[in-house]
């Protein structure tokens, strides 16, 4: 029987629909998974117009932003080419679900990267938000290597606010000294600080005042101001649309003041969370947070504006950050008629933590912490001397990182890798003069850490100090790996066990991975112990970590899955084989 034409081309169309179908889902099936392969290496360059050695991914810094839909797979094969360093990088506001592994943490989580091997992160991204990546073995974020993560909601879900264009910036500070002389200044005797960056940077970007480099002897043509890489970042706007700019700071010490000349914002997004919307003319951010604001270019669109980042919390010696605020069809390079705006005063506390408290988890997307937790510690964060070096510490005690990963060690239960002993959950509160130098400023190195019961619910109350400096207490951002946390409060002077939890917000406080511990003040935070596996806690600043300004928590550690051997290779764990 010859079959009709009709029904042949109806078939053909049936089948080419068939194939088809299968492309689409098998084209969505692979897009689930986000390969990157990327070479870590040091390149000249000149993102303030001063020409010197920095970390570049695939040759550029910031990195490359990882676009990811929520739920996905996200592989980095990551090459580290520095040839005498190691290196390893940190997925910041990724909780790692199952992969404590690819947190990161040198000395945590894996053992570094050696010069010359490739390395393969694999985690997923379970929620949609604005998060970032850095280096995380010695002071290397602030050599440059850093980057965004932009996670998108799944197919047909809307975000609670609407707007036509996204835009993502990176604020960071910049130094002209190498990360390894900053460290050895740090350590050494007499003590010698990093002092206040040379910089400000938008998206990689800023202008240093050259003459300042020749009056110093630098060589002639090490800075000059028509290099194109340091050219403003330009962020260009369609008169009368939305714009969702997500912002994130990585700055190695500096907290900054964002704003946009003439522009009110709305903060409706923070470190992944819905925030109740809320209009500002500023944003304050310190290291390691990231948000989200609505602005619309509602203003004259015959000209261009500032936007701008100012130091606060230390006294500035820093020129502002400058990047343009360009209406199109302006050229993106004209600069403002306008002198750029300063910023509020640096050391008004009371206007930042006004700020801080404003912060509360949007209607509808509220997750209620638990009324009551199971253990409180306290963290009394203090300046401390040990045999003549300057130290950070938390209740007297000085994070030193082990040889030994502490997810190796407690895994196959190598107990020499580090003290066993747990670090106190309090100090002595009622003698304790938080707004003085401490009369005995000596402390201890310890790596001891935090065992905490799965599943329990866990408040951390973070108590800041005068440092060995009269009348000095400074502002630290507080990040913890492989969670959110509830932000219950923050307050002025000691914090009181007895009365200050009335305080608290346990209705609708927001949820963060990083937040400040203000001047002579407290922040309580409350988390869930629920993500098997071993995690920092610490100050964001580089310097201060690196000082000891850090915890380290275990939690449910026998419940994760096999470890891969490619995280092995350093202190006990040298025997094992590591491809």
């Known amino acids: 029987m010859i079959e009709p034409v009709e029904s042949k081309g109806y078939f053909v169309r049936l089948l080419t629909l068939f194939h088809l179908i299968c492309l689409i889902n098998f084209s969505s099936v692979e897009a689930r998974t986000r390969h990157h392969k990327w070479e870590v290496k040091y390149e000249y360059k000149s993102p303030d117009c001063y020409k010197k050695l920095i970390i570049t991914i695939n040759g550029r810094s910031p990195g ?55 390395f393969i992160y694999k985690f ?18 602030a050599a440059g290597l850093y980057g965004s993560i932009i996670v998108s909601l799944p197919e047909g879900v809307s975000e609670p606010f609407s707007y036509d264009y996204d835009h993502n910036i990176i604020l960071s500070d910049w130094y002209h000294a190498s990360t390894n002389e900053q460290a050895a200044g740090l350590s050494a005797i007499p003590f010698v600080f990093v002092g206040e960056p040379q910089s400000l940077l938008i998206y990689g970007r800023g202008k240093y005042n050259c003459s300042l480099s020749t009056a ?43 704003e946009i000349e003439g522009h009110d914002m709305t903060v409706v997004e923070a470190d992944g969370n819905y925030v109740e919307p809320f209009a500002i003319r500023n ?89 009551t937790s199971d253990r409180v510690i306290v963290l009394l964060n203090t300046q401390n001397k040990i045999d003549g070096h300057f130290k950070w510490s938390l209740n007297n005690l000085s994070l030193i990182l082990p040889q030994t990963p502490y997810l190796i060690a407690l895994r196959e239960n190598l107990t020499d890798a580090f003290v066993q002993d747990p670090p106190p959950d309090g100090y002595d509160f009622a003698n304790y003069d938080i707004h003085s130098v401490a009369k005995n400023v000596n402390a201890t190195s310890s790596n001891r850490i935090y065992r905490l019961r799965f599943n329990s619910t866990v408040d951390v109350i973070l108590q800041n100090a005068n440092s060995m400096t009269v009348n000095n207490s400074e502002t630290h951002p507080w990040h913890l790996h492989g969670h959110d946390f509830w932000v219950l409060g923050y307050g002025t002077g000691k914090y009181n066990l007895s009365r200050d939890w009335r305080k608290y917000n346990v209705v609708n406080p927001i949820m963060k991975n990083t937040a400040p511990l203000h001047p002579y003040g407290w922040t309580a935070l409350r988390f869930r112990a629920d993500n098997p596996g071993v995690w920092a806690f610490h100050c964001h600043v580089e310097s201060h970590f690196y000082m000891g300004m850090g915890v380290v928590f275990e939690e449910g550690i026998e419940k994760g899955g096999e470890l891969p051997s490619s995280i092995r290779g350093c202190g006990e764990s040298e025997g094992h084989h590591r491809p």
């Open 64 to 118: 490359p932003t990882i676009f990811a839909q929520q739920g996905d797979t996200v592989v980095v094969e990551l090459k580290n080419s520095l040839w005498t360093e190691n290196v390893a990088v940190h997925w910041h506001g990724i909780r790692q679900l199952g992969t404590p592994w690819s947190d990161g943490t040198e000395g945590v989580t894996q053992c570094p990267i050696l010069p010359g091997e490739t």
């Open 124 to 141: 997923v991204v379970d929620r949609a938000g604005t998060y970032l990546y850095h280096g995380h073995y010695g002071m290397q974020r």
């Open 216 to 258: 110093s002897g630098i060589a002639a043509g090490v800075c000059n101001t028509t290099n194109p890489e340091c050219s403003p970042y330009s962020l260009t706007v369609v008169p009368g649309k939305t714009y969702r700019l997500r912002i994130g700071s990585l700055t190695s010490l500096s907290a900054l003041s964002f």
């Open 283 to 371: 944003l304050y951010i310190y290291s390691g947070e990231t948000y989200s604001v609505l602005v619309k270019a509602d203003q004259d669109s015959s000209r261009n504006y500032w936007a701008t980042i100012n130091v606060v919390a230390r006294k500035p010696a820093t020129p502002t950050g400058l990047a343009i605020f360009n209406y199109y069809p302006n050229h993106p390079q004209k600069q403002p008629p306008t002198v750029p705006t300063t910023g509020p005063l640096w050391n008004d506390t009371t206007s930042r933590l006004a700020q801080s408290l404003a912060f509360k988890a949007r209607q509808g997307f509220i997750n209620t912490p638990p009324v």
